[in-house]
């Protein structure tokens, strides 16, 4: 008699590093939008026009999601969004 | 206070003020980041994640020493540049490589005032409406380094 298959089971950490991240910037009332602006196309390489497009998401809906992906990935650029002294955070896809 | 801001041809700008006081003001708005209110602290060095404690903690750990090092070679280099000052009529100038260091320090200075002061969310759009004097002063000078700030970046921009 076969033994059962045993289910499958993945570690935490190969769930973690699988998932996909969000980078999130958050509105705050000191940046200036030219800085936020200029610091998306710094760190994105966004073209002008798509680092604004985010820059007034953040100022009029209070945030932005920058970029979603591996979390190594999403950590690299929050640190590069915090050295420029952006409000940025990582969040979990459901 | 007369301020005058200026790109020279060969990429560095020059700052004139006709008061010793911009020197001044600058050097004490930079937050001592040996020694940081703890507001101050919570705005330049955020937690990266709402929940993940791990993540957290691993951000303490191995990124704050990182961004420490860079706030404060920002903020010498800008120190640096202000020692060098000529004292009457003040002029400051600030060769082309060290623009970014100054963009990012004027950016600490700023974060810094607002948060150590308490200054309400809404306050640096109606800064005529606040009542202590002390918060007046600092939304002047987050309002004075913002100046500076602007056409700096304008100088300065990557596209």
Known sequence: ?94 | MTLAIKTLPCGSTQISCDTAELHHLLQESLPCLQELHPETEKRLFPHPSPDAIDLNQDWRAFVLPDLHALFQAQQDTVRADLRRANPTPQTIHIPQHHIDAWIHALNQARLHLFSSYGLPPDSLQNSQNLSNPEQKTAALKIHLYALIQESLIKTHRPS
């Not at chain 1, 940046?31 to 820059?55: C, G, R, S």
């Open chain 1, 1 to 94: 008699m076969p033994l059962a298959a045993e289910p499958e089971q993945k570690n935490q950490t190969e769930d973690t590093l699988d998932s996909v991240w969000k980078v999130v910037v958050h509105n705050d009332p000191v940046n200036l939008m030219t800085y936020v602006t200029y610091v998306f196309e710094l760190v994105f390489q966004f073209p002008k026009d798509t680092a604004e497009k985010h820059m007034w998401e953040v100022h009029t809906k209070g945030r932005s999601i920058l970029w979603s992906g591996n979390r190594e990935e999403a950590e690299l650029y929050t640190q590069q969004l915090h050295s420029h002294l952006l409000l940025a955070s990582l969040e979990k896809s459901p």
